[in-house]
């Protein structure tokens, strides 16, 4: 097994495919990390334990004979509060008491094959004898027992985390902080790389060098949004795309979260991540159990580069529905740009035989669809088709577009429901609100109570019944606004603090009910473009809308940022009109195409305003993906001169996607912004060194290594905006 138990050091040691995490039952039974990072054949690694600390306090136990010994010092695998750990702690619990004092020591412990569901929340899948779980169980005197479950991958370099709060005692107690995973590191020189953003501008890269004190990431908007996403890594100072230490921490989490990092006066560090403890408190009875989301452990000693790829082929394998996978993604056609709210049904049949007749798949019927919805000041929640645009509604709709060849898919904002509209006029105490406090509105819109079981089954029912009488195909499902005012009408005031988690629960249900009864329904997430763009979200919906800025200059950092953590075959990338309707910029088509190619294909404009040239030049686009899709949505990826390179040829960027067995590969390069006389030469990566490569288009021949050692010569005068692409197959 991937999980070994040495029970005469009493040392637990996980192994992955390329790391080692060990961790101890330590002095007084307190359960301690050892170890984490690059494989090591060693189990027995006390010897890295940091005992020494100035003036720290010592339990007075005799359980504990070592006066050396402090919790202020020691490497907490799940640091509790009010006990002499004055660091960040990952559980606080206010028990019946009133108190905060919350002491674990290690009770018993499991190991055995496979990984045990997570119940009410999205989590990784154990695959075929992949998997080994670890379940360490450690106790409070109170009677708060907490089940720390460790899974360890045999063919990837992952382990999960999270944990299980369980109330033995007879009195009901208060979680304020539960954290899904924790690790002390023994170092202090390392550096923080997060993604921030804002509505069009999403997941930007930024890394920062940790100094002493806390610093925290996270978001209280009540998903997990545009602004963080609830990822972050520790990069080694030596760390490069391509070199060095990389430690990732994915929270498979929809709401609000916390990632927080301390380096304290000691040179320990410690990283630990969770459900934000500022917007959440649980109220857990006697007998009742608490479950955290999943956290993703992912280590690297091949760079930033190395952590992706790992983490692409780890959500690929073991988080994305395999349906999904298997099949070629529809190229699509969105009608948002083309037309707004200004369409009828005539309009929208002739988008779709346009595409139709560029070689499109499908088209997506966006917002304006249903209720008296001409702007966005009306109507959501009213979830019936609004005859007047559409004679006949959905279903004589997807008839007429069925009929040109090309399939039909649907906009919903289901947890929106307008402050003019008939379900919000019916049921105003189903929206998130507090009573004898004004609601904020945002868009022209409140959110709904998705805590609420009354709520959810309205919202089930009425995509229901436009699923099931139209021939429907895709749904993308958006969320436009944040909550606040969160208190739930059905809660007692004992339960306020419970709001924020129980609306991801109810979401999740809801997610679980749609998807279950809808499984040939393709479904696309969306929260204003990018937010909400997380792991657990992934597990519903194959792909996600990367942001509503289709500029491809813009594109170019946010689908860099996105490829930190989320595979390309989740990437929704569409080619828009040029000027750009967000930016004003005007780009090539070609070069809206190749940025496109690096995720899910697909157009957002009207094919209709095309000229003959543009049109014939999007049927070359569309054939040229085709031919490359499954580069893009199996390949690992190289992302070789990032968003912003300063070369002798100007402001470039260039990436590339490799298949697993190295058979094939695409080359991307842009260059932003030229300079005279420019010189530039990329070299590729993850070739393979002996065997020679063809370019498709140009017939040239490469062999792998003189591509990955004297590289690509792109020198010429390039306009702003040029690109460069290269479909290259292995002989």
Not at 172 to 177: H, K, Q
Not at 700 to 707: A, E, S, V
């Amino acid at each position: 097994m991937s999980i070994k138990y040495y029970e005469n050091e009493r040392i637990f040691k996980l192994d992955t495919s390329n790391s080692t995490y060990v961790l101890a039952v330590g002095e007084g039974g307190y359960v301690l990390g050892m170890y984490y990072g690059a494989h090591v054949d060693e189990h027995d690694l006390r010897y890295l334990y940091v005992r020494e600390g100035h003036d720290s306090t010592v339990p007075l136990s005799a359980s504990v004979p070592d006066w050396r010994f402090s919790p202020d010092t020691m490497q907490a695998e799940y640091p509790a509060y009010g006990s002499g750990d004055y660091r960040i702690p990952a559980l606080k619990i206010k028990n019946a008491d009133g108190n905060t004092v919350t002491d674990l020591r290690y009770l018993r412990h499991s190991i055995y094959a496979g990984k045990p569901a997570l119940r009410g929340m999205p989590s990784t899948k154990a695959g075929d004898g992949d998997a080994d779980t670890l379940e360490l169980v450690c106790r409070d005197i109170t009677g708060a027992e907490i089940t720390l479950y460790y899974t360890a991958y045999k063919n990837h370099p992952i382990i999960t985390r999270r944990a299980r709060v369980t109330n033995t005692s007879c009195e009901a107690m208060y979680l304020e902080r539960v954290y899904s995973a924790s690790v002390d590191f023994t170092r202090d020189e390392y550096r923080l790389l997060h993604m921030w953003g804002c509505w069009g501008r999403e997941k930007h890269v930024e890394r920062r060098a940790l100094g002493h004190g806390t610093t925290s990431i996270s978001s209280t908007r009540g998903a997990s949004g545009h602004y963080h996403n609830p990822f972050a890594a520790l990069l080694s100072h030596d760390c490069t795309e391509e070199t060095g230490e990389a430690y990732g921490f994915s929270l498979v989490y929809s709401g609000n979260f916390s990632i927080d990092v301390e380096v304290d006066a000691f040179g320990l560090t410690r990283i630990m991540c969770g459900v934000d403890p500022e917007s959440f408190e649980w109220k857990l009875e006697a007998g009742e159990s608490f479950d955290t989301p999943e956290a993703v452990l992912v280590y690297s000693d091949c760079g930033e580069g190395g952590m992706s790829r790992a983490l692409h082929r780890f959500w690929r394998e073991h988080l994305l529905e395999k349906k999904w996978l298997e099949a070629p993604r529809p190229i699509v056609v969105n009608n948002w740009e083309a037309t707004y709210f200004d369409f009828d049904a005539d309009k929208i049949v002739s988008i779709a035989k346009e595409a139709a007749e560029l070689g499109l798949d499908m088209l997506v019927l966006d917002d304006g669809w249903f209720g008296v919805r001409n702007s966005d000041r009306c109507s959501l929640g009213d979830w019936v088709c609004n005859e007047e645009k559409l004679p006949g509604g959905i279903g004589k709709l997807a008839e007429r577009v069925n009929a040109l060849g090309i399939k039909l898919g649907l906009w919903f904002e289901p947890e929106m429901a307008s402050r003019d509209s008939d379900l919000y006029r019916a049921h105003p105490d189903w929206c998130i609100q507090t009573k004898g406090r004004d609601m904020s509105i945002a868009r022209h819109q409140y959110v709904l109570d998705l805590s609420r079981a009354d709520v959810r089954d309205y919202i089930f029912d009425a995509m229901s019944k436009i699923l099931s009488n139209a021939h429907v195909e895709y749904v993308k499902w958006d969320f436009n606004r944040n909550l606040t005012e969160y208190s739930s009408e059905l809660l007692p005031k004992d339960r306020q603090g419970e709001v924020f988690h129980r609306y991801v629960l109810g979401l999740y249900e809801l997610l679980d009910r749609i998807t279950s009864a809808f499984p040939d329904v393709m479904m696309e997430g969306c929260a204003s473009g990018g937010g909400r763009y997380d792991p657990a979200m992934l597990y519903y919906f194959p792909q996600y809308w990367t942001s509503d800025d289709t500029d491809p200059v813009e594109r170019l950092k946010i689908q860099y940022g996105t490829s930190i953590a989320y595979p390309a075959c989740t990437m929704s990338c569409h080619v828009s009109a040029s000027p750009n309707h967000q930016t004003g910029r005007e780009t090539m088509l070609s070069t809206r195409g190749a940025v496109a190619a690096a995720g899910v294909f697909g157009y957002e404009l009207d094919p209709g305003k095309m000229t003959e040239r543009e049109r014939e030049e999007i049927k070359a686009q569309i054939a040229d993906y085709r031919a490359v899709r499954h580069i893009v949505m199996e390949g690992d990826l190289y992302r070789l001169l990032l968003p912003g390179t300063e070369t002798h040829g100007g402001e470039v960027c260039a990436w590339e996607y490799v298949m697993p067995d190295r058979s094939e590969a695409l080359f991307t390069y842009v260059c932003v912004r030229t300079m005279i006389a420019p010189v530039s030469f990329v070299r590729l990566r993850g070739l393979d060194a002996d065997r020679v490569y063809t370019d498709v288009k140009t017939g040239r021949r490469y062999r792998g290594g003189t591509l990955m050692n004297a590289g690509l010569n792109l020198t010429g005068s390039r306009r702003d905006g040029e690109c460069v692409v290269m479909h290259l197959k292995a002989e």
